[in-house]
């Protein structure tokens, strides 16, 4: 078995039990802010056909499809992605591929931009997986991902106490920093490489009625930048 096999299947072991409640699918301010950034940051619009790579249970997926997004996801995890089409309930008959997106289950074609939220830092090898997501974008399309941010240190406390979560599954947090992220966008030829940070509140907070207000004030606070929670990175397929 390869090291790509062994992680793949750890992060199945991870994921095997598809309960997990922060992975449901919710229309929370805090879900829609993530999605309002990564639409805006992405240039996605109604019609688009978009991959979600680790789509899990479908908790942004369902949110893409509801702004006319015709969103497919790709997911290492069968059960995560039987719960994804209960949670779909047929509304949206979103098509989804059990796989890797290194080496996917069928031919997937072409489409006009893949993304992902907080699902590359469960990736194994990151140069490679660029390269195979950058054959999968049109030319002139991004590839853009929402991350935690590597050098906020509340991750690591959360990843430490909170019982849904290990070191194993999701110690890939450490890599989401530029010096890791961009080489490997550049080895895959994107070009036009960014990376955005935003955010400031957990969930509870971010989702009360003043939670917005107060987290966008706080986010111009330019010595707060480097370690906003939530980072987006992005580049852009050539177009010739």
């Known amino acids: 078995m390869s090291a ?23 229309a929370t301010p805090y879900l829609h802010r993530h999605v309002d950034e990564m639409v805006r940051f992405a240039g996605l619009e109604p019609g688009q056909r978009v991959l979600e790579v680790g789509c899990g249970m479908g908790r942004y997926t369902l949110l893409l499809a509801e702004r006319g997004i015709r969103v497919e996801g790709i997911d290492l995890s069968a059960p995560l992605l039987d719960r994804l089409r209960e949670f779909d309930g047929g509304r949206f008959d979103i098509p989804l591929h059990a796989g890797d997106v290194l080496a996917p289950p ?8 893949v993304v992902g939220f907080f699902a590359l830092h469960h990736i194994h090898d990151l140069p490679a997986t660029y ?22 240190p509340l991750y690591y406390v959360q990843i430490a ?5 290990t070191w194993e599954g999701d110690r890939g947090v450490a890599r989401m920093r530029r010096s890791q992220v961009f080489p490997a966008m550049a080895s895959a030829g994107l070009r036009d490489l960014r990376l955005e940070r935003f955010g400031f ?13 107060v987290e966008r004030a706080l986010e111009r606070r330019r010595v707060l930048g480097p370690v906003l929670p939530f980072q987006l990175f992005g580049g852009v397929r050539p177009a010739a």
Do not use: C, I
Not at 5 to 25: F, G, L
Not at 106 to 113: R, V
Not at 201 to 213: E, H, I, L
């Open 106 to 113: 069928e031919p997937l074609g072409t489409f006009d931009a």
């Open 201 to 213: 509140f957990p969930p509870r907070v971010a989702n009360a009625p003043w939670g917005s207000r």
């Open 4 to 26: 790509r096999e062994r992680h793949n299947e750890t992060q199945r072991r991870y994921y095997a039990d598809a309960s997990k409640t922060r992975m449901r699918p919710t």
């Open 131 to 152: 390269r195979a997501m950058a054959e999968l974008v049109a030319p002139g399309g991004p590839v853009a991902f929402l991350e935690p941010n590597a050098w906020n």
């Open 161 to 165: 106490l909170n019982r849904d979560m």
